[in-house]
């Protein structure tokens, strides 16, 4: 269940666009958005990529996820449902300070009662706050799955150009090479309403909170650390994917001890809008282990037939023959 009300703002307040000369307005608090799953199933959080809502680019695939698991996501500052508070003033804001914000969140559901792990999976930036878990937290951690990921997303330098461009122009200004980087060939053809309504994140995000993130990202690199990340790590690439290469993201996995990499053909950089059922069973399976098949024809006639014998009167001996003999594939015995 989405307990995420669907509210999107087409004009921005005025306190949304930079203010010479004054730093970020921004706590790192986050916002939890519910996206289904009984709260008795294991956690699952769910990380969003920079312009990214937590519904728009994981609601498709937290429908299936939360089958076997409580798939609660989060919202960057300034992002969905989390709105900036224009009068707050916080330290300039960092993918540790991300990290320790998810903590808080998990912490405030759990209402005091324990510190539990979780199952953890990121898109970008949000993969980028789960190594950082991995590192910080590690004990809190039960598998993480990262998206789209590298141990350093682009520069310092193309960073602090993404940051003029919005407080120059605002996120409008990003849509067309957002869509071009986030979506492979075709994707926006075969799934208009979900690339729009993505890209309505995007536009909808507050400027200087985008801008934050950026400079998180510029600041964050953990290239020499790979080596200490002890949670089970599975690495998910697109084949398509222009800010997180596919040799990148391989390398991460080869980089941690206990990693493996999935390429996803025709998938850019937002596979869990882009390949849904596929993300879902990757994420799935590298938490909770193989899905178990569910029992064939031939097993359900084997259970009919013997609750069939054991109604007819037979003893245990004779329906135990019964079943050898179906299980070999010869006739029952006569009786």
Do not use: I, K
Not at 15 to 21: C, D, E, I, K, Q
Not at 177 to 206: I, K
Not at 260 to 270: M, Y
């Amino acid at each position: 269940m989405n307990h995420e009300h669907p509210h999107h703002r087409h004009r921005r307040p005025d306190h949304r666009r930079h203010r010479p000369g004054s730093d970020p307005p921004l706590t790192t608090s986050l916002t939890a958005v519910r996206l289904g799953g009984r709260p008795d199933l294991p956690l699952l959080v769910l990380g969003p990529a920079l312009g990214t809502s937590a519904t728009a680019l994981w609601g498709p695939c937290a429908r299936l996820l939360g089958r076997d698991l409580q798939v609660v996501a989060w919202d960057l500052p300034g992002h969905g449902t989390n709105r900036v508070d224009p009068d707050a003033a916080d330290d300039p804001l960092t993918v540790p300070a991300l990290a320790a914000a998810v903590l808080d969140l998990v912490d405030t559901m759990a209402q005091g009662l324990h510190r539990p792990a979780f199952h953890y999976a990121g898109v970008s930036v949000g993969g980028a706050v789960g190594l950082q878990l991995a590192l910080d937290a590690p004990d809190r951690l039960e598998s993480l799955t990262v998206l789209g990921t590298t141990a350093r997303l682009g520069d310092p330098d193309s960073w602090a150009e993404r940051v003029a461009t919005v407080r120059e122009r605002g996120t409008e200004a990003l849509v067309e090479m957002s869509s071009g980087r986030w979506f492979a060939p075709g994707f926006v053809e075969r799934e208009p309403d979900r690339a729009a309504g993505l890209l309505r994140s995007l536009t909808d995000a507050d400027d200087e909170a985008y801008a934050a993130v950026c400079g998180a990202l510029g600041g964050f690199d953990v290239r020499e650390r790979l080596g200490a990340v002890a949670v089970p790590l599975l690495a998910v690439g697109g084949s398509a994917d222009v800010p997180a290469p596919p040799e990148e993201v391989r390398g991460l996995a080869e980089a941690v001890p206990d990693g493996r990499a999935v390429e996803l053909p025709d998938v850019a950089h937002l596979a869990p809008a882009e390949a849904p059922e596929e993300v879902a069973r990757l994420v799935r399976e590298h938490a909770l282990g193989p899905e178990q098949d569910a029992p064939g024809p031939e097993a359900e006639q084997l259970a009919a037939a013997v609750h069939a014998a054991r109604a007819a009167g037979l003893t245990a001996a004779e329906v135990e023959a019964l079943v050898r003999a179906a299980l070999a594939g010869e006739d029952p015995p006569a009786g």
